[in-house]
C-alpha cells in the first residue's frame, strides 16, 4: 500500500510538472471524493491495526504534498497569465506613431474670414440672407422688374414662379435696409446660384460678399476709399484699384472695379492676360429706387454698394486658373494653402 501511495505521489507530481496542467481536474482525479489517494484510504480497513497508522501517516503526507504542489502551481499560472497579459500590452514607446491628418479650412472660407476681418476692421458688421429668396428680393426690390434684360445674366433656379435661388447676395442689401434704418454698413456674404454650365470659370454654384453702406452724404468718393483699403489689405500695399464705367439696375453711375495685377505691378504678365489690371467686382451707388422701396429718403440719404465673387479673389490672390479645384476636394490641392 505504501508502495501504491508513492505511485500516486509521483504520478502527480509528473503531471503537476506539465506547463498546461489542468489543475482543478488534477485535484478531482487525486483528492476528490471518487479519487484515487481516497480510494487508497477508504481501503486501510484492511490493514493490521500496526501497519495503520504507518501507512496513514504516508498517506497524509502524500495528501500535503499534492495539494501544496497544485497551490504552488495555481500560483504559478496567476503570475505566468500576468505575465503574458502585460507582455501583449506593452507598448513599444519608440514605434513611429499613426500620422493624424489634420484638417484646414477650404481655401475658401480662409479668404471669406480674411475679408470679413478687413471689413469689420472699417467698422461693418456681417448680416446673413436666405439662399432660396422671393424673386422680389433678388430682381424686383433690386430695380430688376419682370422681363428685364438683367434677368438673362442672372438666370437662376426657380422653385416656384416667385422663389427661388438667389443670383447674387444683393438682395440681402434689401433685407437689411427694410430691418435696419441708416446708418448701415454691413457685409454679406455667402452662397448664390445661376443657371451656369460647369467650366473653368463658371459653376451653378459659387459665393459672393455683398457691401453695403448707407448714411447722410455717403459718396462715390467714400467708395473709392473703402475698397482701396480693401484692395490694399487683401492683396499688398503697393495695390492701385481702378473703376471702369458699368451698368447695374440697382445702382447709379455704377462701376466695375480692378486691382492693379500684383504679380507684375500693372506691366502686364500671364496672371493678368498682359492687361496689368485685374477685375475683381461691382459696385456703385444704391439707385434712389431702392432706397425708396425700402422706405429710406433718398433726397435725405445717400449710399454705396459692392458685390464680388469669391472665388474670383481666391483664384486672384492664388493664381488658380481653373475654378473647378475648389470644389473637387482633393487633399493634394487644399493641403496647399
Ligand atoms: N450683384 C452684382 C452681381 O452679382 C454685383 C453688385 C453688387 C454690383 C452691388 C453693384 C452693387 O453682378
Redesign the pocket.
Known sequence: MKAKLEEIRLAAEAQLAEPSADLEAIRIKYLGKKGELTAVLRGMGALTPEERPIVGAVANEVRAFIENAIAVKVEEQKKGALLDKLKAERIDITMPGDKIIAGRRHPLAQVRREMEDIFIGMGFSVVEGPEVEYDYYNFQALNIPENHPARDT?DTFYITDNILLRS???PVQVRTMEKQKPPIRVISPGRVYRSDAVDATHSPLFH?L?GLVVDKGITMGDLKGMLETFAKTMFGESTKIRFRPHH?P??EP?AEVDVSCFVCGGKGCRLCKNEGWMEIL???MVHPNVLRGCNIDPEEYSGF???MGIERIVMTKYNIDDMRLLYENDMRFLGQF
Do not use: I, N, P, R
Request: aromatic share 18%.
Open positions: 442672372q447674387q447676395t444683393s459672393q455683398e447695374f440697382f445702382t455704377s461691382g459696385a456703385g454698394a459692392f458685390g
